[in-house]
């Protein structure tokens, strides 16, 4: 075991403990429910989410003593979407939005048969949640306040994250500045990180194929690309058997790894809304074909072992 140089509260690790003894599965129960409900309508962008009024009534109906609470006990319905078929360790995180004071559910995902690198850890399935949602993390709660430096460094490139603070159920509360004090950040790089909502990338898809529900959705989060380092934004959209599509668009890390790919992003919108890889019908892809990031090779790796009878659309962006 690592040393742990921070010290918990053991007030709020009894308290926690005292409260998931009492109400911890009805409460799991509830909040997997609500969630629930908003799943296979990705056309409102609710999956995963418990807004902040349903949020409010559980703590009310339950009589916590707030949204931490609420949070920290809500980890076990958040670990029920992770996907994590190689480890079997199951990751939730729960993060709240600093914009709207919804909580977005998270978990670890793993894809067989390809290489680790494509791993989406808890609190990435989180922070990409939100930057598709325009959003950002005020609070992140997971199982303890020690993200891995790879989760560090993915999360640091995140605009408003030197704010961030983080809480476990062992009574911990961190902020990212404790946790990694001097990091290398989009600033040394004079850039300032992903800022929610933007739209940066300048793309064209030019001649294409594609229908226009599909080619209007992979232009627009093409656009929300972030890749200020290789000037090569990508975007994905699936389409999915039930007539309704997701999205998802490039992160670029200033240390380059990690990086969110397109493909992995998008996963992480069809898990949140209650699908799976099954359910891809057809998939577009915008890339910079063969610019310094060309996404076309890595996407069809992942695309091959995740839904093989996909047909798959590459569309290079001028």
């Given at each position: 075991m690592s040393l742990n140089p921070f010290r918990a509260d053991p007030e709020i690790a009894n308290r926690l403990s005292e409260l998931g003894a009492l109400i911890g599965g009805d409460i799991a129960?509830?909040?997997?429910?609500?969630?629930?409900?908003?799943?296979?309508?990705?056309?409102?962008?609710?999956?995963?989410?418990?807004?902040?009024?349903?949020?409010?009534?559980?703590?009310?109906?339950?009589?916590?003593?707030?949204?931490?609470?609420?949070?920290?006990?809500?980890?076990?319905?958040?670990?029920?979407?992770?996907?994590?078929?190689?480890?079997?360790?199951?990751?939730?995180?729960?993060g709240l939005e600093r914009e709207t004071g919804n909580l977005i559910l998270g978990g670890n995902m793993e894809f067989p048969a390809t290489h680790l690198g494509f791993t989406i850890h808890g609190e990435g399935f989180v922070f990409t949640r939100a930057a598709s949602r325009g959003t950002?993390?005020?609070?992140?709660?997971?199982?303890?306040?020690?993200?891995?430096?790879?989760?560090?460094?993915?999360?640091?490139?995140?605009?408003?994250?030197?704010?961030?603070?983080?809480?476990?159920?062992l009574g911990h509360r961190l902020t990212m500045a404790e946790l990694y004090p001097w990091p290398f950040d989009p600033n040394y790089l004079g850039e300032s990180g992903f800022v929610p909502g933007t739209s940066n990338a300048a793309i064209d898809l030019g001649d294409h194929d594609l229908p226009a529900t599909i080619a209007d959705r992979l232009l627009l989060a093409g656009r929300r690309s972030h890749a200020p380092y290789s000037k090569c934004p990508g975007a994905v959209v699936l389409a999915l058997s039930d007539g309704n599509t997701v999205s998802g668009f490039a992160i670029e890390s200033v240390a380059f790894n990690p990086t969110m790919g397109p493909l992995q992003a998008a996963m992480i919108d069809l898990v949140a809304h209650g699908y799976e890889a099954s359910d891809i019908a057809e998939v577009a892809l915008v890339t910079r074909v063969g610019g310094s990031v060309d996404y076309s090779l890595s996407v069809t790796e992942l695309l091959g072992r995740l839904a093989p009878p996909a047909p798959l659309t590459i569309v290079g962006w001028a």
């Open positions: 129960t509830d909040i997997a429910r609500l969630a629930a409900q908003k799943h296979r309508r990705p056309e409102e962008n609710l999956g995963g989410i418990i807004l902040k009024e349903e949020a409010r009534q559980l703590i009310e109906s339950y009589g916590l003593a707030g949204v931490e609470d609420l949070m920290l006990l809500a980890l076990p319905a958040a670990r029920q979407i992770a996907r994590p078929p190689i480890s079997g360790f199951f990751v939730g995180a729960v950002s993390i005020e609070t992140i709660a997971i199982g303890e306040a020690h993200p891995c430096a790879h989760c560090r460094q993915y999360l640091s490139e995140f605009a408003p994250t030197r704010d961030l603070t983080l809480i476990d159920p």
